[in-house]
């Protein structure tokens, strides 16, 4: 089955970029998404990227897609305390989330 | 590790009646539980947030009338989609945060429950 692996916790001080990276194994998704939850609510998207893409830019975030590699990843540029959060990837086609990614901002 | 479950899994009806899916956390306890649906090949979409012994908190565009919720125990969440139409045909997925024990920040998800409305 569908496997997604995303590394556990990322800490960046304020103002930095974070980057947070994500592998994956199912390559039929139309779509890969970037689900951002907070402390005690549910997933919201944040970001997706269409599988024929490489790049797609949203204001803060940018997100590249390695399809070859099967990677994905999730650029912050000038992370705030507001983006503390834990942040899933999921390809569209299968709802396997990894453990996502615990991001820390320090001010 | 914490395991939540829904049931049932499939379920066809025909339009006008209603469903309800279960959603329960075998081995902890959750005073908050999320139900999404997913369409095909998109995106998970928050629906509501189910919160042991009160109301739950509806996304906005949620009908709270169609999609009824009720979180009456701390291992039980129930959605009841009420005259249910093919538009409602749709994955719902919920989810359970641990009151304690396992990773309080943690989401654990159920496996789904696919509904077809005829």
């Known amino acids: 089955g569908e496997d997604v692996e995303q590394s556990l916790f990322l800490s960046v001080r304020e103002g930095d970029s974070s980057v947070i990276n994500c592998t994956y194994t199912?390559?039929?998704?139309?779509?890969l998404y970037w689900y951002k939850q907070e402390p005690g609510a549910g997933l919201q998207l944040l970001t997706y990227?269409?599988?024929?893409?490489d790049m797609k830019q949203d204001q803060r975030l940018t997100v590249l897609l390695n399809k070859k590699d099967k990677h994905l990843s999730l650029r912050i540029a000038d992370t705030q305390t507001g983006d503390s959060a834990i942040y899933f990837c999921?390809?569209?086609?299968?709802?396997?989330f990894g453990k996502g990614t615990r991001l820390s901002v320090i001010a | 590790g914490a395991v939540v479950s829904q049931h049932p899994s499939r379920v066809i009806c025909k339009s006008g009646t209603s469903v309800k899916i279960e959603c329960r956390s075998l081995?902890?306890?959750?005073?908050?539980m999320f139900w999404y649906r997913q369409f095909p090949k998109q995106s998970l979409m928050l629906m509501a947030t189910?919160?042991?012994?009160?109301?739950?908190?509806?996304e906005q565009g949620v009908e709270k009338d169609k999609f009824l919720i009720n979180h009456a125990s701390l291992t039980l969440s129930t959605l009841t989609v009420t005259s249910a139409h093919p538009e409602d045909s749709s994955f719902y997925i919920c989810?359970?945060?641990?009151?304690?024990?396992?990773?309080?920040?943690?989401?654990?998800f159920g496996p789904g429950t696919r509904l077809l409305v005829l």
């Open positions: 989810s359970a945060i641990p009151q304690r024990g396992y990773d309080q920040e943690t989401q654990y």
């Open positions: 199912d390559s039929s998704s139309t779509y």
């Open positions: 990227i269409f599988s024929n893409m």
């Open positions: 999921a390809p569209a086609a299968s709802l396997v």
């Open positions: 081995d902890f306890q959750a005073t908050t």
């Open positions: 189910s919160n042991e012994g009160s109301k739950a908190t509806y």
